[in-house]
Structure formats: structure tokens, C-alpha cells
């Protein structure tokens, strides 16, 4: 298939905390494997993250960390456009335009904003409110057809649909509408200590949630504490939620098929089976944290990347806002 042929995916991660098994199974082991398929446009969405208070050292050792990760994880800089949303100040600047394609009342029905609002109660800022502006800027700049996200992003996706549509209502066919591109199988990786909970990097448990770049002593023990359930069977069920959970994960770093991993742990008890699911994850994220390790001490390197990255990203980005600025009325300036 030639390069025009492919199909653009963006997809944007935030630069908070390190990824967690969940976002790896989930999420970012696949980015890899759709770059040969796909035109794909990777961003570490520092802008976003900023709608929370952050300490600006931290951010800033996270976002180039977080970037390292995307590499660790099989991203290849030179297939994939890898980039730090805030090097492309396109993204801010079509986000306006579209601001004024977005109702406040479409905002205010947005749940991670009435969730985040909850929590950052002395801090409900404007830009938590358009934060889904800013990520359908994001995704239209590069007209995008798939956005790889999870379940929690798909009401922002569907409004990132909404606006291309108003958009090019207004204006005329201009904006490709985007589709999201959930995974099938991993895609919910529950926490390790309440199997009903989604897992994740906030939970005050921290059992609960096994990162990327734990150490294998530390995954082992975190599995080793799993919470399953009475039975001493290992089998994938509704009503054991905990140890069906322990086998999606294994399924998932292993390759194996459930049936499989159900007659390779026929009359084992939990211990055993809680130990090979500790150690097949620790075997899998090695190599990421030792690539990770590395590439954290080759900064000249990541720059080089993001400056390449960034080059790209504005290359495509600008012409895009170039026509929206055009559209909406706006006097040229070339
Ligand atoms: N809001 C997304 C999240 O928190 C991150 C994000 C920002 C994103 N811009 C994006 C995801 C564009 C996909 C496409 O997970």
C-alpha cells in the first residue's frame, strides 16, 4: 500500500505518572504494531496535562520520560511521527477556532470534566473545561481517521466527531471525522486488589497497580498479593473476577489462549499460578525498561527525536490551520 493510501491515526498520552500494565496491554504495546499499517502520529499531550496543577520540573522529566516510553514500547521514530504536543503551537491555535464550533453546553455534559471538576474542586480552571477542544484539535490537524483510545475517551471522541461536523457544515467538507479504534482483547486490565475497578496509576493501593518500569521483584510481589477468590480453581469466569482477570494479563503477555492457560494450571493451586503470571510480566517489560534505561541516558538522542518529531508535526499541522484560516475569513498573511 503506498503512503497515501494508509490511513492516519493520532493518538495523544499524558505525560502524568509512568504508563501502567493497563496502558501497556491496552494501549501502547499495539502502537507499534500499527505503524506499518498506518500512518500513525504519536503526541505526549503536555498541554493537557497542565489542566491539573503540576510541578513545572516534574512535568518536565515526565514528558521526556514519557516520551522515551513510547520508543521502549516498539514505537519506531522513523516510521511514526513521535512528538511534544507543546512544539506544535498549531494544536492551541486551530483549538481556538474550533472553541467556536463547540457549545458550553456540550462541555458541560462532558463526564471527565464534571469527574476532574469533583476532584480539583479549588481549581476549575477554563482550560479543564475545553480540554476536549484541545484534544479534537489535535486529532483534526492531521485529519486523522482512527484515534486509538480507551473506554474513557470515547464521549471525547464523539465530540471531536460532533465538531469536524459543525465545522464543515459551516464552512464546507473540510475536516475528516474521526473514528475511534478501541482494542478488542486486553483492553481492560482491572486492578490487582479490587477486580470490579479498572486499573489505575491513582489507586491508593499500591498492590493495586503494576507500572511499566517496576522492578521484577516488585511486579512478583504485587501478583503475589492479587487478590482472587475462595475456590482454589483456575478457571476464567464471571464469578471470579480476580483470578479471570490474572489470566487476561498472562493471555496477554504471553500469547496464550485462555483454554491453554486453563489446562496449563489444571490442579495448581494460586500460588503457583500467581507466580507465573508475576514472573511472564516481569519477562515481557524487561526489555522495554532496559531499552527505556537507555534511551534515558541518551538525551542528545531523544532531542534530536523530538526536534524531528515536532518538524513534522508542524510541517503537517500548519497547512492544515493555514485552509482553516482561510475558511473562516481570516486575512492572509502569506
Ligand atoms: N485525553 C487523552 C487521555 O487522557 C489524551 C489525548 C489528548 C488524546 N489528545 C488526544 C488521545 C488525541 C487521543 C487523541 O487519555
Known amino acids: 500500500m503506498s503512503e497515501q493510501e494508509k490511513k492516519i491515526i493520532f493518538s495523544g498520552i499524558q ?24 500512518n500513525c502520529i504519536y503526541s505526549i499531550v503536555d498541554m493537557h496535562a497542565i489542566t491539573v496543577r503540576q510541578d513545572p520540573v516534574q512535568l518536565r522529566q515526565k514528558s521526556l520520560e514519557a516520551y522515551a516510553l513510547l520508543f521502549a514500547c516498539g514505537i519506531d521514530p522513523k516510521k511514526s511521527i513521535t512528538f511534544i504536543q507543546s ?21 458541560s455534559r462532558m463526564t471527565q470534566f464534571k469527574d476532574k471538576s469533583a476532584k480539583h474542586a479549588d481549581d476549575i480552571n477554563a482550560g479543564l473545561f475545553t ?27 464523539e465530540l471531536a466527531r460532533n465538531i469536524a461536523q459543525r465545522f464543515n457544515g459551516k464552512y464546507g ?28 496509576k491513582s489507586d491508593e493501593n499500591p498492590n493495586a497497580c503494576v507500572f511499566i518500569l517496576d522492578e521484577p521483584d516488585v511486579i512478583i510481589r504485587k501478583f503475589k498479593r492479587a487478590v482472587t477468590d475462595s475456590d482454589s480453581e483456575i478457571r476464567y469466569a464471571e464469578e471470579k473476577p480476580g483470578v479471570s482477570n490474572l489470566m487476561s494479563i498472562y493471555s496477554a503477555v504471553t500469547g496464550k489462549e485462555i483454554p491453554e492457560i486453563e489446562r496449563e ?20 517489560l524487561k526489555p522495554v525498561r532496559e531499552e527505556f534505561a537507555r534511551l534515558m541516558a541518551d538525551k542528545a538522542y531523544l532531542k534530536e527525536c523530538y526536534m524531528e518529531g515536532a518538524k513534522s508535526a508542524l510541517s503537517i499541522s500548519r497547512r492544515t490551520l493555514t485552509k482553516v484560516y482561510r475558511k473562516v475569513g481570516f486575512v492572509d498573511a502569506r
Open 173 to 200: 467538507e473540510f475536516f475528516t471525522v474521526p473514528e475511534a479504534y478501541i482494542p478488542k482483547v486486553g483492553a481492560r486490565i482491572k486492578s490487582l486488589q479490587d477486580p470490579e475497578k479498572k486499573m489505575s
Open 265 to 284: 494450571f489444571e490442579g495448581k493451586g494460586y500460588g503457583d499460578f500467581k507466580l507465573a503470571v508475576g514472573e511472564a510480566v516481569s519477562d515481557r
Open 131 to 157: 480540554y476536549p477542544v484541545l484534544m479534537a484539535a489535535d486529532i483534526l490537524a492531521y485529519n486523522a481517521d482512527l484515534v486509538p483510545i480507551g473506554e474513557d475517551q470515547r464521549q471525547h471522541l
Open 15 to 38: 505525560p502524568t505518572g509512568t504508563f501502567t500494565l493497563g496502558n501497556y496491554i491496552g494501549a501502547v504495546s499495539r502502537w507499534g504494531e500499527l505503524q506499518d499499517q498506518f
Open 87 to 107: 512544539h506544535a503551537g498549531t494544536h492551541a491555535e486551530l483549538s481556538w477556532i474550533l472553541s467556536c464550533s463547540t457549545q458550553f453546553g456540550e462541555l
